[in-house]
C-alpha cells in the first residue's frame, strides 16, 4: 500500500494525466491500496483547504475525505472493494467460485493476495 503526507500548497495529479487533480493548501494524504487489474483506487484526507476535480469532488475547508475508485468497465466486469477481515473472507469464497475470471479487486485490509 502507497501512502503519502504532504504539507504547503499541494496538487496532485490522478489518472495518469487523464485531467482530475486535487490541489490544496494544508496537510494533505494520499493512500493507493493494492489492487488488482486495471483499476486505480485512491483514498485522501487532508486538513486545510483545497479543491477535487475527480467525481464527486468539491471544495473543502477544514477537515476533509474521499475514497473512489476508477475503472474502465472493458477491463473490469467485476469490481470488488474490501474494506474489512469479514469482507477479505467473503470476497475470497467469491474469488474461488469464478474462478477463469479476472475482476478487478481492491484491497484495503491487505490481506487478500491476488
Not at 12 to 27: R, Y
Not at 69 to 92: T, W, Y
Request: proline share 5%.
Amino acid at each position: 500500500m502507497l501512502a503519502g503526507w504532504a504539507a504547503a500548497c499541494t496538487t496532485i495529479q490522478v489518472d495518469s494525466g487523464g485531467g482530475s487533480a486535487i490541489t490544496g493548501i494544508g496537510l494533505v494524504r494520499v493512500e493507493l491500496p493494492p489492487v488488482q487489474g486495471k483499476t486505480l483506487a485512491i483514498e485522501r484526507s487532508g486538513v486545510g483547504f483545497g479543491w477535487e476535480s475527480t467525481p464527486g469532488g468539491g471544495a473543502w475547508l477544514g477537515y476533509s475525505a474521499s475514497q473512489w475508485v476508477l475503472a474502465d468497465p472493458a477491463d473490469c466486469q467485476l469490481l470488488i472493494i474490501i474494506r474489512s477481515a469479514a469482507q477479505a473472507d467473503n470476497a475470497k469464497t467469491i474469488l474461488e467460485t469464478i474462478k477463469g475470471e479476472k475482476p478487478c479487486v481492491v484491497d484495503h485490509t491487505g490481506t487478500l493476495q491476488p
